[in-house]
């Protein structure tokens, strides 16, 4: 997530005038929060369903993708665990290596030429940039192969296969995911629904790239405490600074508080 700064505070020369107890005289309640009853009822906004969605559909690929891996570096484990216990150790020249470039990263490769049981075998293959650096082509280079499938071999200049139980972060990546998408939904929900309303002042936003402003704004909490808050709404619905604006906290825990109207729910109509 990006933040580029677009405006700050603004030298408020009267911030005094911006204490809650003085902008609290040109703000009003909204009607809808002082009739509803409390816990509120409420349902949620549009982009607040895309979210979860979005984010389920980003985690089933990750799922997939890392379940594909799991299964290939169980079989390059096993090859290798094979070719520990049982290889036999040879030569083979190196005929030929290349660079394929992908728009993200580079694949290395080599060819090589091993005799082996009377018969020839040239196989190619990916390596990574240490094993590659370190062949040169025309060069003998050692080599494991499986006596009773020669096919089966690798060179040794390669590093172990990646273990098997790193494919368990790919779930914890997945859930931090989810995590991303739903808790700001969770924690607009309990606030909205519980919290306490009073004024507060916006003193400066934020850019957030591909989200819209981070809304900074100013409130006193039931003891009278100032509170900072923040709460990233989309652009054209962002507050100019300086505007008294209404602020639902939790008076258990001010630090949870959002901007009302909130971003991603609303009263139940």
């Avoid at 809650?20 to 949620?44: C, D, G, I």
């Avoid at 390596?127 to 192969?145: C, I, K, T």
């Avoid at 652009?235 to 009302?260: C, Q």
Wanted: hydrophobic letters at 40%; proline letters at 7%.
């Amino acid at each position: 997530m990006v933040v580029a700064y677009v405006s700050a505070r603004d030298n408020f020369e009267q911030r005094g005038k911006n204490d809650t107890k003085e902008f609290a005289t040109n703000w009003r309640m909204p009607v809808e929060l002082a009739y509803a009853p409390v816990p509120r009822r409420l349902s949620l906004r549009g982009e607040a369903w895309v979210m979860p969605i979005v984010a389920a559909g980003i985690a089933a690929f990750i799922m997939a993708d890392g379940f594909s891996l799991y299964r290939e570096w169980i079989s390059e484990n096993q090859v290798f665990d094979t070719l520990l216990a049982h290889g036999v150790e040879a030569n083979a020249k190196i005929m030929r290596k290349w660079i394929e470039q992908r728009p993200d990263t580079c694949w290395y490769y080599v060819s090589y030429s091993l005799q082996a049981n009377g018969r020839t075998f040239s196989p190619s293959k990916s390596v990574d940039w240490s094993a590659y650096r370190q062949l040169r082509e025309g060069q003998m280079a050692p080599v494991v192969y499986l006596s009773s499938d020669p096919s089966i071999n690798r060179l040794t200049v390669e590093p172990p296969p990646v273990k098997p139980w790193v494919a368990l972060f790919f779930p914890l990546i997945c859930g931090g995911l989810l995590s991303l998408f739903i808790l700001p939904i969770r924690r607009q929900w309990l606030v909205v629904s519980t919290g306490k309303a009073t004024a507060g002042v916006v003193t400066g936003s934020r850019r957030v790239e591909g989200f819209g402003l981070s809304t900074i704004y100013e409130f006193r909490d039931r003891a009278g405490v100032k509170r900072v808050g923040k709460t990233t709404v989309r652009s054209n619905d962002a507050p100019r600074i300086g505007a008294t604006v209404t602020i639902l906290f939790d008076p258990e825990n001010p630090r949870r508080n959002v901007l009302y109207p909130a971003p991603l729910v609303c009263l139940a109509t």
